[in-house]
């Protein structure tokens, strides 16, 4: 049972950035595919960005390419979402998710919700115009 703990939500300006963290324990954290999700008032929860295994493959959705960025530090069994040049669009709820992944490859990511099993309880991004 891995425990998902996020933080580094806050209040920031239109252009600014922000780095997110999510501390994962009561797991091997090598052996899970890595993902940020958010979900803004009144719309669905949306992907964000995944990471695999091995940390050597990434994907992003659409609107956030070039301006976030997801890695992973197997030292301290962490995944962060680095976000730059942010936008008021990106207002929302953000939740990282871990899945148990050794029978796929270590370059392989996970895009969709339902291939995550394991979900933190978000931290809170606004950003203001």
């Known amino acids: 049972q891995v425990q998902l703990v996020e933080s580094g939500g806050r209040l920031v300006q239109a252009g600014g950035s922000l780095r997110l963290s999510c501390a994962a324990s009561g797991g091997t954290f090598s052996n899970y595919r890595m993902g940020w999700f958010r979900q803004a008032p009144g719309k669905e929860r949306e992907f964000v960005a995944a990471?695999?295994?091995?940390?050597?493959?990434?994907y992003y959705t659409d609107s956030v390419k070039g301006r976030f960025t997801i890695s992973r530090d197997e030292a301290k069994n962490t995944v962060y979402l680095q976000m730059n040049s942010l936008k008021p669009e990106d207002t929302a709820v953000y939740c990282c998710?871990?899945?148990?992944?050794?029978?796929?490859?270590?370059?392989?990511?996970?895009?969709?919700?339902?291939?995550?099993?394991?979900w933190g309880q978000g931290t809170q991004v606004t950003v203001s115009s």
């Open positions: 990471i695999s295994r091995s940390g050597g493959s990434t």
């Open positions: 998710a871990a899945t148990f992944s050794l029978s796929v490859g270590a370059h392989s990511v996970a895009t969709g919700a339902d291939a995550y099993k394991y």
